[in-house]
């Protein structure tokens, strides 16, 4: 039992991914303005599939962070997302709670 | 970020050691920096507060965007008693992301086929946790209702600062355990740490249930503790 990865853990998973030839991005809460549903430092794996553990909203964003990571791990250079509640311009996503988060995705490399 | 960076990160959660990523977000470049190594002289003051407080964030230095992510020892239950309730926790534990070992000298109740895969030491505390000291992220249940194999735990819990003390018995039980504790030299606020009756007050009755209650007493200490006090820290 304590040789699994933490279902909540998600570094740990994504070096289980890497050990298994997956390519990985990670995505990292960096900033948060309001009532973000989600700490800073919170962190949300996800596989070219598009396959995902962790979290970084609480479900509100991950959809559109799941398919920019899809895009990182092809292209290879970190993108800084952010998301709000009135912002329809840039995202069609939103936080519902009327928080404001930045989210940091990145590939692991190597 | 280099994989290797993310393996330092997992190696150090592994030891159980403080680590603090520092990312320039500029190009993605990240560094790994364990509690106590040197730190660079521009970025010193940045990782000791972030290991400090236990808090993520962004900084600018020298005109960098910095994001210093923290990562302290990930929490564990440590059981002494291989008993019921333990077996219930063991369970609810993995669940809720916690490492858990049990410790138990008497082996007929810590046997593997009541426990299957959580780690088990069939094993005296007083001999045990000396090599595997407990820590300021780890929660103590003591459970076997036996003075002789819960107290010495209870204050090296106490000694260690671990986040959480509870230990099972009714009032009366953990009366004479505060006169035990007390006499033996444990200061009064040390034993006031203690919980017990153990558990949130849920009205819980079978086994699994007081497990329920333990856990999420155990939850509440670990996230409503003051993450700038001597306890731990936020995750």
């Not at chain 1, 962070?65 to 791990?73: G, M, R, S």
């Amino acid at each position: 039992m304590s040789k699994e990865p933490n279902i909540l853990e998600p570094l740990e998973i994504a070096e289980t991914w890497c050990s298994d030839g997956r390519k990985v991005a990670l995505a990292t809460v960096i900033e948060t303005w309001g009532s973000a549903p989600r700490p800073i430092g919170s962190h949300l794996v996800i596989d070219e599939e598009g396959n995902f553990q962790g979290s970084v909203s609480g479900g509100c964003v991950e959809g559109a962070v799941i398919a920019e990571a899809v895009e990182i791990i092809e292209s290879g250079t970190p993108k800084v997302l952010e998301f709000g509640v009135a912002d329809e311009t840039a995202w069609r996503v939103g936080l519902s709670c009327g928080g404001r988060i930045r989210v940091y995705v990145e590939r692991i490399d190597g | 970020m280099e994989r290797s960076t993310l393996q330092a990160i997992n190696a150090a959660r592994a030891a159980r050691r403080a680590a603090a990523v520092v990312t320039d977000l500029s190009d993605g470049a990240s560094q790994v920096f364990l509690e106590s190594a040197s730190f660079p002289p521009e970025w010193d003051s940045l990782i000791v507060e972030a290991l400090r407080s236990g808090r993520a964030g962004v900084a600018t230095v020298e005109g960098r965007s910095l994001f210093v992510n923290v990562h302290l020892p990930p929490p564990r239950i440590v059981a002494i008693g291989a008993v019921h309730i333990s077996q219930a926790l063991a369970e609810l534990a993995a669940v809720a992301g916690f490492d858990m070992t049990i410790i138990d000298p008497r082996t007929a109740f810590a046997t593997v086929e009541r426990f299957g895969a959580v780690e088990l030491l069939a094993e005296w505390p007083e001999d045990i946790l000396p090599s595997r000291p407990l820590d300021r992220y780890t929660a103590l249940a003591a459970l076997t209702h036996d003075p002789k194999i819960d107290d010495y735990p209870i204050r090296a819990a106490l000694e260690a600062d671990c986040f959480y003390v509870g230990a099972l018995g009714s009032r009366k039980t953990h009366a004479a355990r505060v006169e035990r504790l007390g006499q033996a030299g444990v200061a009064t606020d040390a034993i006031g740490r203690i919980k017990a009756p153990i558990g949130l007050d849920i009205g819980a009755a079978s086994p699994a249930e007081i497990a329920v209650a333990i856990l999420a007493e155990i939850i509440e200490a670990l996230r409503r503790r003051d993450p700038t006090g001597g306890v731990g820290g936020t995750r």
